[in-house]
């Protein structure tokens, strides 16, 4: 089993619809989430950074923890056309400061 | 705002050639990584460098592999002998501390092997 897995999509919605990104993980150990954006050929910009279980919200992003599951989520609100991307999970245990990377899932937003 | 840079952005080569690629991190940044990207798969770990040494590496930065710190803001990478394997997107990244989350990367160098 892989230890981080993401659909790579494409996943395509119309502009204003609410989008879920979705990652499962393996480790158990691990206890830090992020969520990166990259545009095509350019570098991972970091989104959101997530400690544990729970929720966070930064404007129209909301990153989702359940542990229990194994499973992180990031929902974007009212998506835009500027947030077409590959959104990359990652995620590392404590003392490793080294992200394991999800494949990215490939958003289209069309007007 | 501050950011990681690269150069080249593209780079050819030929197989079995030296390549160096370079990068300037965030001023104040001491934390120091390069990753690969293969095309359409994920971004790898390669090394992390902190007080002018490597501090961890993975099983892709072999021998043919190396980094430096050659001034106090250029922060490279050199693989020796390029392989077709080694064509991908290298990004550079830095922190300030040592944390997964607080990693800025650049803007990446794809290197083409032919």
Same mark, same amino acid.
């Given at each position: 089993?892989?230890?981080?897995?993401?659909?790579?999509?494409?996943?395509?919605?119309?502009?204003?619809?609410?989008?879920?990104?979705?990652?499962?993980?393996?480790?158990?150990?691990?206890?830090?989430?992020?969520?990166?954006?990259?545009?095509?050929?350019?570098?991972?910009?970091?989104? %959101?950074?997530?400690?544990? !279980?729970?929720?966070?919200?930064? &404007? /129209?992003? @909301?990153?989702?923890?359940?542990?229990?599951?194994?499973?992180?989520?990031?929902?974007?609100?009212?998506?835009?056309?500027?947030?077409?991307?590959?959104?990359?999970?990652? %995620?590392?245990?404590?003392? !490793?400061?080294?992200?394991?990377? &999800? /494949?990215? @899932?490939?958003?289209?937003?069309?007007? | 705002?501050?950011?990681?840079?690269?150069?080249?952005?593209?780079?050819?080569?030929?197989?079995?050639?030296?390549?160096?690629?370079?990068?300037?991190?965030?001023?104040?940044?001491?934390?120091?990584?390069?990753?690969?990207?293969?095309?359409?798969?994920?971004?790898?770990?390669?090394?992390?460098?902190?007080?002018?040494?490597?501090?961890?590496?993975?099983?892709?930065?072999?021998?043919?592999?190396?980094?430096?710190?050659?001034?106090?803001?250029?922060?490279?990478?050199?693989?020796?002998?390029?392989?077709?394997?080694?064509?991908?997107?290298?990004?550079?990244?830095?922190?300030?501390?040592?944390?997964?989350?607080?990693?800025?990367?650049?803007?990446?160098?794809?290197?083409?092997?032919?």
């Amino acid at each position: 089993q892989k230890e981080v897995e993401q659909d790579p999509g494409p996943l395509s919605v119309p502009e204003g619809a609410i989008v879920s990104l979705n990652c499962t993980y393996s480790n158990s150990a691990f206890q830090y989430f992020m969520w990166y954006r990259q545009y095509s050929r350019k570098g991972p910009e970091l989104l %959101m950074y997530t400690y544990s !279980s729970g929720n966070k919200e930064d &404007g /129209r992003f @909301t990153a989702q923890v359940d542990k229990s599951s194994k499973y992180i989520s990031l929902f974007i609100r009212d998506s835009q056309p500027s947030d077409s991307a590959t959104y990359l999970c990652a %995620m590392s245990a404590p003392g !490793s400061y080294i992200p394991t990377f &999800g /494949r990215g @899932t490939s958003l289209i937003v069309h007007p | 705002e501050p950011e990681v840079t690269q150069t080249p952005s593209h780079q050819v080569t030929q197989m079995g050639q030296e390549v160096i690629l370079r990068c300037v991190p965030i001023s104040n940044h001491l934390y120091f990584y390069w990753y690969r990207q293969i095309l359409g798969q994920k971004v790898e770990f390669l090394v992390s460098f902190y007080n002018n040494e490597i501090s961890e590496k993975s099983e892709i930065f072999d021998d043919q592999f190396s980094v430096e710190r050659p001034d106090g803001s250029n922060f490279t990478l050199k693989i020796r002998s390029t392989k077709l394997e080694d064509s991908a997107m290298y990004f550079c990244a830095s922190s300030e501390g040592q944390g997964a989350g607080e990693q800025y990367f650049g803007p990446g160098t794809r290197l083409t092997v032919t």
